[in-house]
């Protein structure tokens, strides 16, 4: 089994930024990616990014390209998400993910892909 914890949600005005980090903790020697996901009001969960950890390789939704980064501690078994240029549409509840299975491309922006959620942080964005 694997735990993971989210931290550093909040309160912030467009244009503001914010951190995001995921504690992993278990069995997570057994994972292949990790990534977020967010949850808007009335909407479905949705991919934001992930990290496959074998190869570091990193993927995106095209609606936070260029404005979110995501990072990995492999030392404190740890991803970070570094949100830029918030926008009011970015509110949601971000959630953390980890996959124990080596997923392909489309499966990995699924959150059928994963097999470990967090307790979710909510981002509040205000205009």
């Known amino acids: 089994q694997v735990q993971l914890v989210e931290s550093g949600g909040g309160l912030v005005q467009a244009g503001g930024s914010l951190r995001l980090s995921c504690a992993a903790s278990?069995?997570?020697?057994?994972?292949?990616?990790m990534g977020w996901f967010r949850q808007a009001p009335g909407k479905e969960r949705e991919f934001v990014a992930l990290?496959?950890?074998?190869?570091?390789?990193?993927y995106y939704a095209d609606s936070v390209k260029g404005r979110f980064t995501i990072s990995r501690d492999s030392a404190e078994n740890t991803v970070s998400l570094q949100m830029n240029s918030l926008k009011p549409e970015d509110t949601a509840v971000y959630y953390c993910?980890?996959?124990?299975?080596?997923?392909?491309?489309?499966?990995?922006?699924?959150?059928?892909?994963?097999?470990?959620w967090g307790q979710g942080t909510q981002v509040t964005v205000s205009s």
């Open positions: 990290e496959t950890w074998n190869s570091g390789s990193t």
């Open positions: 993910a980890a996959s124990a299975r080596n997923l392909s491309l489309p499966t990995c922006y699924s959150t059928s892909g994963y097999d470990y």
């Open positions: 278990g069995r997570t020697f057994s994972l292949y990616h």
